[in-house]
């Protein structure tokens, strides 16, 4: 009984002889949730471009010049093969967004750091198009070591995309889906 006791004993203290860190040991140059809300907030500018030539000027800070965007929402769309680059480069991506009409109705659901280098923004649309369905989604954003956005992966709900701004779902010939 009391050898058990003993070995019990000293499994507790070697366990936490390798348990992980305290807190005070992760690195201190993690982003911030401060930050990472102020990124998607400033993000946000761009795809609203209430203001074109201010949402121009924050894209051009707030992207990195080897920014690319991954979306097989999007390519599916276009009608695209997927598991490509939906944008490869800054300029490319903002003259897309600046020359399409603005993103309104713009909600966020959640802004969540994820690791230190990378933001995953949760959010719902519900002004595209006809407005008849809310659009909803997440964008993972990766940043570079000065808090620029390099690389987003984005991935909604396509067929209400679709739907409001004017395609046609077409169901297979055979009994409806249930």
């Known amino acids: 009984m009391k050898f058990s006791l003993i ?10 002889a390798f348990a992980a860190p305290a807190w005070s040991a992760w690195p201190n140059n993690c982003l911030a949730q401060s930050t990472a809300t102020d990124i998607v907030n400033q ?30 929402s999007i390519l ?14 800054k300029q490319l991506y903002i003259n897309g ?3 399409a009409p ?6 966020t659901l959640q802004v969540l ?9 949760q959010w719902v649309f519900t002004g595209i198009g006809s407005k008849v369905a809310q659009v909803k989604g997440f964008n993972l954003f990766g940043l570079n070591a000065q808090n620029q956005i390099k690389t987003v992966h984005l991935e909604f709900n396509s067929i ?7 395609y046609q779902v077409i169901f297979p010939p055979g009994p409806p889906p249930s």
């Open 97 to 99: 967004v600046l020359n």
């Open 160 to 166: 209400a995309w679709g739907l409001d701004t004017g």
């Open 43 to 72: 993000y946000i500018t761009i795809l609203n471009h209430y203001d074109v030539k201010a949402a121009n000027a924050t894209a051009q800070t707030l992207l990195a010049d080897d920014y690319i965007e991954i979306s097989d």
């Open 113 to 121: 750091v994820a690791g230190c280098d990378q933001i995953l923004w």
């Open 102 to 107: 603005p993103v309104e109705g713009i909600s």
């Open 7 to 16: 070995a019990a004993a000293a499994c507790t203290l070697a366990s936490s």
């Open 76 to 89: 599916s769309l276009e009608g695209q093969p997927l598991n490509q680059t939906t944008f490869a480069g």
